[in-house]
């Protein structure tokens, strides 16, 4: 009996020193559809890998959702066939990717005018980025007093952001379908009854989340913004902020952060290249010289889906 109760001391005893060496993962990661963007033909080796960087956030290769995923020259998609609008689009801004090589289109609009998701002044590095901007899949209808006043400001402060930083700005838009019930914004979950202009369901509300990536690989907290596709009440920039991504996740439906994802995740540095052409049709590349995310390994290296 004695011996019985030492075996079971000693397993106590080693139960207990594994759980004070572990280390609970708190991440919160941020799905962004790296493969999607940029294709997995690189796969990472070990030099790829660094340091498990800490950080309160982290990106993983994931989609918010997968409905009709389409790709651009340097922006990626979900498509919804019910309302005619992209349920979100993603876009990265880089320091070489915001280089101005395009000559500007004529404007356009009526009451609703076409908004842009992915910001038209955010892909002028070649001209067929700025043309994918304009396809029918990446407008909303959007109120003009909108689209001229506060819209355009939110779009510049994005690209404020990645200058003032230099760093990579990873951007998800899109619309949103609420009705408001004292004073709370409710998700409509069939928004095939709201009205169309064009044959696109006009949203009622649109987003916007940005998430920093610093030189040093940590990933800040989303910087998140609910705007009525209205005229603006306000002027006032913050008066659209202070949603979390959870938000954001709540009102458009998305899934957007892992709070916990499977074991064996190591961080790495993707290092990325897009081609294209400017207006005298030579190449022009842009390289986004760093993406940190985290992958999962399993039986070698491979990027999470």
Known sequence: MMAVKMAVNKIHASESKEAENHTVDESIYICIPVTEMFGNEDTPTEDDYVENVGSPYKLIDGLPSAMDIRKRKSYAMSFSNTTNNAEWVYEILNRETLVDNCKKLKSFGNDYQKGHLAAAANHRWCREANHDTNLFSNIIPQHKKLNQGMWKKLENHCRKIQKK?????????????????????????????????????????????????????TVGEPECYVIPNKEPKSKNLDDYSGYTIEDIEKFSGLTFIQRHPNANLRDCIKMVTLQGKVENGESYNVDIRQVSITLRTAQGIEIAN
């Open 165 to 217: 930083g230099n760093c990579n700005v990873h951007v998800y838009t899109g619309p949103l379908y609420l009705t408001e019930t004292n004073d709370e914004l409710i998700r409509v979950h069939n928004p095939i009854n709201i009205n169309r202009l064009g044959g696109k369901v006009i949203p009622t509300h649109l987003f916007k989340v940005m998430i920093v990536e610093n030189e040093d690989g």
